[in-house]
């Protein structure tokens, strides 16, 4: 592996970090600057599916989900990515494990602990990373009262 491809493979874990962080401080409009203009954010979930396409819905998808929750908290574990050969595009696999702090309709505190896996496109525009493709699927899903 040569030197720039590290600083890539380095730059993509820091792009996948930061976009988790955001979220756990719910600053979803700097989230969605992560995105390419006209990404696409996939979501399987059990038997629900949501797509988003561009920054603007993903923006909106985002918040109204994360205004659910009182407290958001991201532990991002293993990446592998694969760069191109001209180093301007790049896939990967990331995953997360999350927790979600609510209250539920009969105002009981909840939390939410969810296993993720994150299949991701990226492309390199002049010289950032940027996520053009994200397929989120939901692992596993744990709910208790607390």
Do not use: P
Not at 47 to 65: L, W, Y
Not at 105 to 129: A, L, P, S
Request: glycine share 6%.
């Amino acid at each position: 592996m040569n030197t720039e491809k590290f600083f890539d493979k380095m730059a993509l874990k820091e792009l996948v970090d930061t976009f988790s962080n955001l979220a756990d401080i719910k600053d979803t409009k700097t989230q969605a600057q992560l995105f390419v203009e006209d990404a696409k954010l996939e979501s399987f979930n059990g038997d629900f599916h949501s797509v988003q396409n561009g920054r603007e819905e993903i923006e909106t998808a985002c918040a109204n989900f994360l205004a659910l929750f009182d407290t958001v908290y991201h532990l991002n574990g293993q990446q592998v990515v694969d760069i191109n050969e001209t180093g301007d595009a790049a896939t990967g696999t990331a995953y997360c494990h999350v927790v979600l702090i609510g209250e539920n309709e009969e105002g009981k505190r909840i939390q939410t602990t969810q296993g993720v896996r994150y299949n991701d496109e990226y492309i390199k525009i002049d010289g950032k990373w940027k996520i053009a493709n994200r397929t989120s699927h939901f692992v596993y899903t744990d709910t208790k009262e607390m």
